[in-house]
Every structure is written in structure tokens, then in C-alpha cells.
């Protein structure tokens, strides 16, 4: 099994059950902006759009009814409220630091009037991107170190610079730390076997 296909299967049991409790909370309705996506997330549930997604470049296969844009999460090129929903799927623990995060937080409450922003639980105990356990608990250093070792290093064969570059880039987010992100939003919790799998703020209105 190769990196992707241990993805693919993974994404498969989570998000399809993560976009049917995004159908009953708030949508999709209205403008959309998905912020980091794929058309993927809205084919699980039947959409066809429009929804605009966004990512720092254009994929070369895109899919009729979504509209593809260029931008950057954390200085997005749209005024206040301009969307009725933004959506966001395990995005934000790839901004590296905390600083960016609050960026991409802001301008997403910015931008948008509801809101539906999912990213990992950094208590669960097995890191999403190696497929390994309590890596993310260890010092930057000690991850470097052991990154090699775990199912994501021992598909992908990185190099010790693209080792450097993966842990620089993901940075799991505690629940306290999504309220401070996101102060108008319910946190929700996602459980997997009882543990806190995923946090996901809500936003079901705009707050003026």
C-alpha cells in the first residue's frame, strides 16, 4: 500500500462522516469558499457546487461546477462577509507557526458569515500526516530524528531536507488554542474511540 492509497482510506471513513454532520450544522448553502480543498469533500455528499475553492495553486484536474482561484489563506483578496459559508479541512496545522494561524483564522471569520474549519486534535495519539504514534508530542529535534521511521518516511523515502520541511510545516492545534482562534465559534470535538480525533469550529451566523 502505497502513502496516498493509506490516505485515501483513511479520508474515506472520516471526512464522509465529517460532511454529513457540515450538511446538518450549517450547509452548503449560499456562496462557498473552501479554503485548501478538493472537490472530493463536496462529491461525498453529492454536491456539485459552485463552490469556489482556493489553494496556492490551481490543480492541473479540476472538476466542472468548482470553481478553481490562486490565493493565500492568510491574506485572502475578499471583503468582509463576502461568502454565506467558508469551509476548511485540515488546513490550518499546515501553517507552521502560531502567528500564521491566527492569519488564517482571522481572515476566515472575516470573510466568511458561517464557518466550518476542521483541523486534527494534537491529544490524539496517533499524528495524522507520518500515520505514527506520539511523534507530535516530541521536541522538533527528536521528530527529525524519528520521522524516517514512521509509516509516512518509510513510503515516501524524504529526504533529511523535505524531513526538515515536514516538521516545520505541521503544527496541531489543542482545543483551547481553537477558541482562541475562533472566540465566535462553537469547538466541536470529533471522537475516535472515545479520544479526541478532530476540533471543528462552527459558526452558524455572522456575529455582526
Request: charge should be positive.
Amino acid at each position: 500500500m502505497t502513502m496516498k492509497q493509506l490516505r485515501r482510506l483513511f479520508r474515506r471513513r472520516f471526512l464522509g462522516r465529517r460532511m454529513r454532520d457540515f450538511v446538518g450544522a450549517i450547509g452548503p448553502r449560499g456562496t462557498i469558499l473552501d479554503v485548501g480543498g478538493t472537490s472530493y469533500a463536496w462529491r461525498l455528499i453529492g454536491y456539485s457546487g459552485p463552490v469556489t475553492i482556493l489553494n496556492l495553486s490551481v490543480p492541473e484536474e479540476t472538476t466542472t461546477g468548482f470553481e478553481y482561484v490562486e490565493g493565500d489563506g492568510t491574506r485572502l483578496a475578499y471583503s468582509d462577509r463576502h461568502f454565506d459559508t467558508i469551509f476548511s479541512n485540515s488546513v490550518i496545522e499546515h501553517l507552521s507557526t502560531w502567528e500564521q494561524q491566527c492569519r488564517f483564522a482571522s481572515e476566515l471569520r472575516r470573510v466568511g458569515q458561517r464557518l466550518w474549519v476542521q483541523t486534527p486534535a494534537r491529544a490524539f495519539p496517533i499524528e495524522p500526516h507520518y500515520f505514527a504514534p506520539f511523534i507530535h508530542w516530541l521536541p522538533a529535534a527528536w521528530r527529525r530524528r524519528v520521522a524516517r521511521w514512521t509509516p509516512w518516511g518509510i513510503m515516501q523515502r524524504p529526504t533529511p531536507e523535505r524531513i526538515a520541511e515536514m516538521v516545520a510545516e505541521i503544527r496541531l492545534l489543542g482545543r483551547r488554542e481553537m477558541k482562541r482562534l475562533f472566540p465566535d465559534c462553537e469547538i466541536r470535538t470529533e471522537r475516535f474511540l472515545g479520544l479526541p480525533k478532530s476540533y471543528i469550529a462552527v459558526r452558524r451566523e455572522t456575529s455582526g
